[in-house]
């Protein structure tokens, strides 16, 4: 890829993915002519300019160009130094043929919180976007959800540091007999999702993307090399393309105007799901996710115990859960090449509590990591959640099973990862520390 303003030229580094493995060039490595000189330049940039580039060849490649001026240094597999040296670096290296980078035009379906990080860094890459969303402008960021991220989102959109609401550092389950103190690691934020969404869009717009609000699409858009639905649960992408839905549950929340600072979540097991009461300073967010059947009497049953009687109106929303399958882990995606589903509309979501955006983000990013390859980042993303969805599934009944009929195995406290976690790991390291 084609990487501007790292010095008075351009740069362009392809590193070539054969397995599981990536090599990257390491200080003190020289490949043909100016190596050294070029490798110094990129010292401070590697982490954001290395990619994998699928199927050039067989096994592994390196070209490395850097333009200063009218002084040129080049490595590639037509140089006779570097077929001779790459060897000995990389045994399995395949000289090949620089390729021309191509800029796709794309259009992402969806301008909500995945579809615009999508947009964003596919821009800066030099591709042609455009985002298509139903909504007004102004609208875009709101959204039945409770908008309470890991600090994982900050590696992410550093940006969200002006966004946040509240700081959360743990959350309190709350069975007849039992209270469970889970201690999140990493934290929590609550954030200001609508201010959020309007920063990813002055970047986005910075960066040349065409955004095109208020577009109730009847047919795919045509004129693009490649698409992408991005636009949540009920996809509209996924239904012209006749794909399956996933599992659906109801969300629905409130807000109560009540001074709220404290930095834990509460959660209170239903027989379908949960209900919830979030703190975000100057008011409190009670909320409930279950089957739809019996979800407004038990959210009735929490306000009436929890003795909330003011508010303004209820919010609901569907939330997704995959069908878990050993093929695909549940999640959907199309056959076509050039289309593909990404977030909320590919059915991706933590099994335990139905939040999407860090698992989201993370397939966006092994989409970035892939493109233009949509048959790998498929194999990529089932790779990378298949199992996980699997044991947050078997997790989630365990513990509901165990705090219901048998809370005295439970720990009363826990460290616990909410994006990724292994309660088995945080069990285990629970008896470590009780045995000290």
Not at 16 to 35: D, K
Not at 60 to 68: G, N, P, S, T
Not at 71 to 86: M, N, T, V
Not at 267 to 290: L, Q, R, V
């Amino acid at each position: 890829m084609t990487v501007p303003n790292i010095c008075s030229g351009r740069a362009l580094l392809i590193v070539l993915e054969e397995g599981n493995r990536t090599r990257r060039p390491i200080r003190g490595e020289r490949i043909g002519v100016g190596f050294s000189k070029i490798r110094r330049t990129f010292l401070h940039f590697t982490r954001s300019i290395i990619m994998t580039v699928p199927n050039i060849c067989s096994g592994w490649a390196l070209l490395i160009v850097l333009e200063e001026g009218n002084r040129r240094w080049r490595a590639d597999g037509s140089e006779p130094g570097l077929r001779k040296i790459l060897p000995k670096i990389y045994p399995k290296a395949t000289p090949f043929t620089l390729m021309e980078n191509k800029n796709f035009k794309i259009a992402i379906i969806g301008g909500g919180l995945i579809g615009l990080y999508l947009a964003w860094k596919l821009s800066e890459q030099g591709h042609s976007v455009s985002v298509f969303d139903k909504k007004k402008e102004k609208e875009i960021g709101k959204k039945v959800c409770s908008a309470l991220f890991s600090e994982r989102i900050k590696g992410f959109i550093p940006q969200v540091e002006t966004c946040i609401k509240n700081e959360i550092a743990g959350c309190v389950i709350n069975f007849p007999k039992k209270k469970i103190k889970l201690n999140f690691n990493p934290k929590h934020l609550v954030v200001d999702r609508e201010k959020l969404s309007a920063i990813l869009i002055d970047l986005i717009k910075k960066n040349k993307v065409t955004i095109f609000f208020e577009q109730e699409l009847n047919q795919l858009p045509t004129g693009f090399d490649y698409i992408i639905g991005c636009d949540g649960v009920g996809s509209i992408t996924r239904r012209l393309l006749n794909l399956p839905s996933p599992k659906i549950v109801l969300g629905s929340q409130i807000f109560v105007q009540k001074n709220n600072n404290s930095n834990n979540v509460f959660t209170f097991p239903t027989a379908t799901g949960f209900c919830w009461k979030i703190p975000i300073g100057d008011y409190t967010e009670y909320g409930i996710m279950g089957d739809p059947k019996n979800l407004k009497k038990e959210f009735d049953d929490f306000l009436i115990e929890e003795q909330i009687k003011d508010y303004e109106k209820i919010l609901s929303a569907a939330i997704p859960q995959p069908r878990f399958s050993l093929k695909d882990g549940g999640l959907i995606f199309p056959e076509q090449k050039n289309i593909t589903l990404c977030g909320d509309a590919s059915g991706l979501t933590k099994p335990w509590s139905g939040g999407g955006i860090i698992w989201g983000l993370t397939q966006a990013n092994i989409l970035l990591k892939t493109f233009p390859d949509f048959d790998k980042y498929k194999k990529e993303t089932v790779k990378r959640f298949k199992w996980l969805i699997l044991k947050g599934q078997i997790s989630k009944k365990m513990i509901y099973f165990l705090g219901n009929n048998f809370p005295s195995l439970i720990p009363s406290e826990l460290n616990y990862d909410n994006d990724f976690p292994s309660f088995f790991k945080s069990f285990w390291h629970y008896l470590i520390k009780q045995r000290h």
